[in-house]
């Protein structure tokens, strides 16, 4: 299995409502990444996770929380999400952190 | 600061033809230059990985240089098709020890391939 999969692909969520997002990879990566995507941007980082433990925050807002359960899975859950976080979410692993990342299809998401 | 900007933002060709995009940087230490390929509403897609030593790195019709020196790189694709429409965007990783850094993106050319 060489691939990063991400589920859903599509969401719609309330700000009210809580949703998780979900990325698998059965490579053997070490390191697994969220990125936020708008549209004609380039990804921006997220979270970074290295050996299961979360090793890069960047200054995320509390209502994305993420959570790596096991070396393959990794979960951002919302909550109380804005529209302006409406955008593409990516996924991303590498073998460890700075190696080539291989990404997701993304998850796009849209708050009303 | 650790900057990538890339030229240009966006190109329109026609099928069957030539185009070489371009990638500047000035991150600093350096450890890799990588371009990826992404459609619209994808994730990006792995397309060349080259370290300082590189100069060139070929994967099909896409030919990636390094010019570590004067810190630029180019991506050269040939015989343009259709489905070669997509976002390309350059990606430097600064050296493997220096982990308070990740990847530096720039901010892509779209390409558009016409008929």
């Known amino acids: 299995d060489t691939e990063v999969t991400q589920t859903p692909k599509h969401l719609v969520m309330g700000m009210t409502n809580k949703k998780s997002l979900k990325c698998e990879q059965h490579m053997g990566h070490r390191a697994m990444y969220w990125y936020k995507q708008k549209a004609k941007k380039p990804p921006e980082l997220m979270f970074v996770y290295s050996y299961e433990k979360l090793s890069i925050n960047e200054s995320v807002p509390s209502r994305f929380s993420p959570e790596c359960p096991n070396s393959s899975l990794l979960n951002l859950h919302l909550h109380a999400l804005q529209p302006e976080d409406s955008a593409l979410y990516l996924c991303?692993?590498?073998?460890?952190?700075?190696?080539?990342?291989?990404f997701g299809p993304g998850t796009r998401l849209l708050v009303l | 600061k650790n900057q990538v900007e890339q030229s240009p933002q966006s190109l329109i060709i026609l099928e069957g033809k030539n185009c070489t995009l371009q990638?500047?940087?000035?991150?600093?230490?350096?450890?890799?230059l990588r371009w990826y390929k992404q459609d619209t509403g994808r994730g990006p897609v792995s397309l060349t990985i080259m370290t300082f030593s590189e100069n060139t790195k070929s994967n099909g019709r896409y030919t990636a240089t390094l010019d570590a020196d004067t810190k630029q790189s180019s991506l050269h694709i040939t015989a343009s098709q259709l489905s070669d429409s997509a976002s390309y965007i350059c990606?430097?990783?600064?050296?493997?020890?220096?982990?308070?850094?990740?990847?530096?993106f720039g901010g892509g050319t779209r390409l558009m391939v016409k008929p």
């Open positions: 991303a692993s590498s073998p460890r952190v700075t190696e080539t990342q291989y």
């Open positions: 990606v430097v990783s600064p050296t493997l020890n220096n982990a308070g850094n990740m990847l530096t």
């Open positions: 990638c500047n940087y000035t991150v600093s230490p350096f450890s890799n």
